[in-house]
């Protein structure tokens, strides 16, 4: 099969192709990129596979930079672009499931893409449009169909972390995957215990956030590959009930929706805990269990200013969008109105500070002053105060003469 039109991606990329290819070697474009082409998808990297050992890449190109020279890849810099070239390889015994011992390069492309995960990324694409397809990839695109390369248990032995890719695949390419590869993946789903949980967390963030992410969270069920990451073994229940509960074209906004969500029907007791088991930021596991927080204090109460104020309109809004999905009652029009009604967003907007009180009221830093603080921006976001000085003084006064 050839392309009638290079994409521009492509086009843009064919010197380095051809500086190669002068200078004596082969070169291709290979990966994801070729596939997504294919699919009509657009294109996030374009990886070029070579021939050329690391050492003659580098004396291709002038500017080059070593982002993984062990494992054969340069990052060449050319046409303000930067692209990935990686020598054909193949690799020695995998020693933890994910990484071989070591990795051997050679000048065979098929030796190199006979090390691929599955068919439908192990194609090369040449200068001329010419897909080259050794392992029947065209046709496991044609129906949709997601297939191991060569022995599947030997793919997934290699390393675990394909089983999460391909249960993301299914779930970005609305692709079924075949039986023989379906069963290797359950066999060796154990192995997952033995990968990284960052590298497993990016592989089950981009499945929830896919268009299809019911069909990845379905096969990650029926694989019971669950039952192997952080906190998640014996939830099929609660997965099946996300599923069963949110709506069948609901689509998870952020990666911060889609983690409250699995927090909300697991009813984790310590979604901290469940977070930071998963090696997720502070910042992630704050935004996280605010949406967690709002949709729970939702189910009692209406959306009220001081939930606008605390948590920030987006969160709220990824929260309401959450209940939406639920079949739950939802007003995004109070949402904006609110917003719009807030005098301040932020304690910083506040025309006074501790600094400014203790110097006109003789107050001393503390639990007083700090009380204070807190009663004057409250105040201010329910409505009940303006946020000039002259207002903020009365009330200090008014507090003083309480107090």
Not at 40 to 63: C, L, M, N
């Amino acid at each position: 099969m050839r392309l009638k039109q290079l994409p521009s991606e492509f086009q843009k990329a064919l010197p380095v192709l051809e500086k190669i290819k002068s200078a004596g070697y082969e070169a291709y474009f290979v990966g994801g990129s070729v596939r997504d082409v294919l699919l009509g998808r657009s294109i996030h990297d374009v990886d070029i596979a070579t021939s050329s050992y690391p050492e003659e890449t580098k004396s291709i190109f002038h500017r080059t930079v070593d982002i993984g020279i062990e494992h054969g890849t340069v990052l060449v810099l050319e046409n303000q672009s930067e692209y990935e070239v990686t020598t054909f390889r193949t690799e020695d015994v995998y020693v933890d499931f994910r990484r071989p011992s070591s990795v051997n390069f050679v000048r065979s492309l098929e030796e190199d893409l006979k090390r691929r995960d599955f068919t439908v990324n192990a194609f090369a694409l040449d200068e001329t449009g010419q897909i080259i397809d050794l392992f029947n990839g065209l046709e496991d695109l044609e129906n949709r169909v997601l297939r191991a390369v060569g022995k599947a248990e030997e793919r997934f032995g290699e390393d675990a972390l394909r089983i999460m890719r391909g249960l993301r695949f299914a779930a970005t390419l609305d692709f079924s995957i075949d039986k023989t590869t379906f069963d290797a993946m359950t066999q060796q789903a154990p192995l997952l215990e033995k990968i990284s949980v960052e590298r497993s967390f990016v592989e089950l963030d981009k499945l929830l956030r896919a268009s299809y992410w019911r069909k990845g969270v379905e096969a990650l069920i029926a694989s019971k590959a669950y039952h192997y990451l952080p906190d998640l073994a014996k939830q099929d229940v609660a997965l099946s009930e996300m599923l069963k509960s949110l709506a069948s074209d609901f689509l998870f906004t952020s990666s911060e929706q889609a983690w409250a969500a699995l927090l909300i029907y697991c009813h984790h007791a310590n979604p901290k805990l469940f977070l930071k088991k998963w090696k997720t930021s502070n910042d992630f596991q704050k935004n996280v269990i605010s949406i967690l927080e709002i949709y729970q204090k939702r189910l009692n109460q209406a959306v009220d200013k001081a939930t606008l104020y605390r948590y920030g309109k987006d969160l709220v809004f990824l929260a309401e969008k959450l209940r939406e999905g639920a079949g739950l009652s939802v007003d995004f029009r109070i949402i904006e109105e609110l917003d719009k009604e807030l005098a301040i967003h932020d304690k910083h907007e506040i025309v006074v500070n501790g600094a400014s009180l203790m110097r006109d009221f003789g107050l001393k830093p503390g639990p007083e002053l700090g009380k204070i603080l807190k009663s004057i921006e409250m105040a201010i976001v329910d409505g009940h105060l303006c946020n000039t000085k002259e207002a903020i003084d009365a009330f200090v006064r008014e507090e003083l003469s309480f107090g």
